[in-house]
């Protein structure tokens, strides 16, 4: 090997020996968020460098608003992640129940019921997603793909394929996704607020406990008393809720919904949980990792269009650099846990 | 009386039952017999709005016609899936076949089977663009000529000014119409001289937004933008709207949609190009039905498009737009 290259290689070692000393010393390592924020440094300092304009309001305005309502439904694949679900219905339910509640306003329903309404929707679709993984004791990724491309499927047929539009507005609708000075959204405080909560159920309450618990050790858990099948439904409803929040504020911007809407948000919101340091495999992870994964997503959508990436390459450099970013998450906290 | 009421009962009773006994064995109009079955087969799901018209105009022929139509589409765009439709539906030995040549390479060989099997094949909205010898022999085209929809808009744009930066916001890349509307865009703004490029906006609104915002913080003189359907169309009028850009920039787009009519009305939007696609679908099913029937067939590709629709004629094309069929 090239003698500069192995020089090279030691010198990235020492600096991360001294990275996890740093680390170590200062008991950051039990946090997952650590490995996240260091993803997140390293995209936003990319991006300031080679990106202008990416350091103005207007850009960070966008990259907020994307990460809201991806955010939103990434908290929700999070909360089931650590509790050792997948979800991959989201996208199809944001699409239903922004359907649905489209469907409600136009027939002259009271904003607010409909809202209720969508959302109960959405919660009764995840209840019996949550009741088929628990009762049938399957594998959530079959039984959420199979209720992805079903609840697709009903939207379609009840739609016949035409977009639903809608021109009234309600303070409902501002609260949702109104603009704010700056070219901020309402849903970038419906996104920090739930972020929030989410937080502090997971790290300060007995139900926090329980989800990590249902998802690192369900045997143990269920030895302690932890009612693992409930967290777990609780869970997918959570999930099937926040996906409708983020669908309707969507509408609420935008004004229609088109039957294809939110196909794919299932696997960004994954991308975003895992690129924010929460395990895959469960028991593991935070949900502020989550809101930086989130905030990387929109960072580099916005960032390659600024940086003026070819059209034709941007796909391809969202995959390179979300990969990084998981990379960097990884190894940071690798070595500081060794 | 009374006896004679009797009697009047059960003789309304008796008539009351053989009318109920009759009436599923002799419907009001005699089912017509089908005489043949035409499949549509389509890059675009029965999601998509646009072919939500074009299953229209099938199935309105379907009902003025003796034949049984079908429409296959995949959901999510997906030429492999299109491919595996197409290879059911010509598995079925229909008696004729519409198709979208959306990927030429990929559809030679079946539809090369299919002809030979000799079921009659027409495309359908995407033709294939190689020369004569070299595609794929289906008998004509029916749709718009997509290049020429690109030259035009830029032709359309350039009579009102010539802008300082073109771009053209593709929604599905990769997608031969798609990319030939942007090249004949491209092509012919070139020739001004004005600097355009494409920007992959995807078809999620709120990412579109953003990429839209992006690109012209990045490129602000940018003045003309040309989109090239409705879920192009919507975060565009969205995002000229949020940003002020109205009347500022030039904005052309393709295909109609209720929100595509209002940004008109409402003068954000210059145009949108119509290639009245409810005649891709019904002309279709004529033809295939006039070709099998009576050997009959236009002696060229069919074009239904591009024709503009502006200011002038939005009214009317509105009302057809509500029914569905525009």
């Known amino acids: 090997m090239d003698p500069e290259m192995v020089q090279a290689r030691s010198r990235w070692q020492t600096y991360a020996q001294r990275w996890a000393q740093v ?51 990434a908290v929700g694949v999070t909360l089931l992640m650590i509790a050792g679900e997948f979800d991959l219905s989201v996208g199809s339910v944001l699409g239903v129940s922004s359907m649905a509640f489209a469907l409600m306003v136009r027939a002259g329903w009271p904003h607010l019921v409909a809202f209720g309404s969508a959302l109960a929707l959405a919660a009764a679709i995840g209840a019996l997603n949550g009741w088929v993984v628990t009762r049938g004791r399957l594998p959530s990724f079959i039984v959420t793909l199979g209720s992805m491309m079903f609840w697709r499927g009903v939207l379609l047929a009840v739609t016949g394929g035409f977009p639903i539009a809608y021109e009234g507005t309600s303070s409902l609708m501002f609260a949702l996704s109104g603009r704010l000075p700056g070219g901020f959204h309402a849903s970038a405080l419906w996104f920090l607020a739930v972020a929030g909560i989410a937080t502090v159920v997971l790290t300060r309450t007995p139900f926090g406990n329980a989800v990590f618990a249902a998802g690192g050790n369900p045997q143990a858990a269920r030895a302690l008393g932890v009612e693992v099948h409930r967290v777990k439904q609780i869970g997918f409803v959570l999930t099937a809720v926040l996906a409708a929040l983020a669908g309707i504020i969507q509408f609420s911007r935008f004004g229609s919904v088109d039957p294809l809407r939110g196909e794919g948000v299932e696997l960004e919101a994954i991308a975003a949980t895992v690129t924010g340091g929460t395990l895959l495999t469960g028991g593991y992870g935070s949900v502020i990792g989550t809101v930086l994964g989130a905030l990387i997503v929109g960072m580099v959508r916005n960032g390659l269009v600024l940086a003026g990436a070819p059209a034709y390459w941007y796909r391809a450099f969202i995959g390179l650099v979300l990969v990084l970013a998981v990379i960097i998450n990884l190894r940071i906290r690798r070595s500081a846990g060794a | 009386m009374i006896r004679h009421a009797h009697r009047w009962i059960l003789i309304l ?35 998509d709005p646009f072919w939500g018209v074009v299953l229209k105009g099938m199935n309105d022929a379907a009902k003025v016609y003796p034949v049984e139509a079908k429409y296959f589409g995949p959901e999510k765009f997906s030429i492999q899936e299109l491919v595996n439709l197409l290879n059911s539906a010509i598995a079925a030995k229909p008696d004729g076949l519409a198709v979208t040549i959306t990927d030429p390479k990929a559809l030679d060989e079946p539809l090369r089977r299919a002809i030979q099997q000799g079921i009659p094949v027409v495309a359908i909205n995407v033709a294939d663009p190689r020369p004569e010898g070299e595609r794929i022999p289906y008998m004509f085209y029916i749709g718009m000529d997509e290049y020429l929809g690109g030259v035009r808009a830029a032709q359309r744009m350039l009579a009102v000014r010539t802008p300082k930066r073109a771009v053209c916001a593709i929604h599905e890349v990769g ?42 913080t990045r490129n602000p003189d940018t003045d003309a933008l040309l989109t090239l359907g409705p879920l192009g169309t919507d975060p565009a009028v969205k995002f000229l709207k949020e940003d002020n850009l109205v009347g500022k920039v030039l904005h052309g787009t393709f295909d109609l949609h209720p929100g595509t009519l209002s940004a008109i009305k409402e003068g954000v939007t210059l145009f949108a190009i119509d290639q009245q696609q409810y005649l891709q679908g019904y002309m279709a099913i004529t033809w295939l039905y006039l070709y099998k029937k009576y050997g009959l067939r236009p002696a060229n590709d069919v074009l239904t498009g591009p024709g503009f629709v502006d200011k002038d004629n939005v009214g009317l094309v509105e009302e057809l737009i509500k029914q569905g069929i525009r």
């Open chain 1, 23 to 73: 680390v170590r010393l200062s008991g950051w390592r039990r946090y997952p968020e650590v490995g996240a924020l260091a993803g997140f440094l390293a995209v936003f300092i990319g991006f300031s460098v080679i990106a202008p304009y990416f350091l103005t309001l207007g850009s960070l305005a966008g990259i907020m608003t994307i990460a809201a309502e991806l955010g939103l439904v």
């Open chain 2, 13 to 47: 009773l008796a008539l009351a039952l053989l009318a109920g006994a009759c009436a599923p064995a002799t419907p009001a109009p005699t089912p017509v017999q089908k005489e043949f079955t035409f499949y549509i087969v389509s890059h675009g799901g029965p999601a």
């Open chain 2, 175 to 216: 997608h031969v119409g798609l990319e030939a509307r942007c090249q004949g865009f491209l092509d012919e703004m070139s020739k001004k001289n004005v600097p355009v490029e494409k920007l992959d906006i995807g078809t999620d609104p709120t990412k579109a937004v953003e990429a839209l915002k992006a690109y012209f």
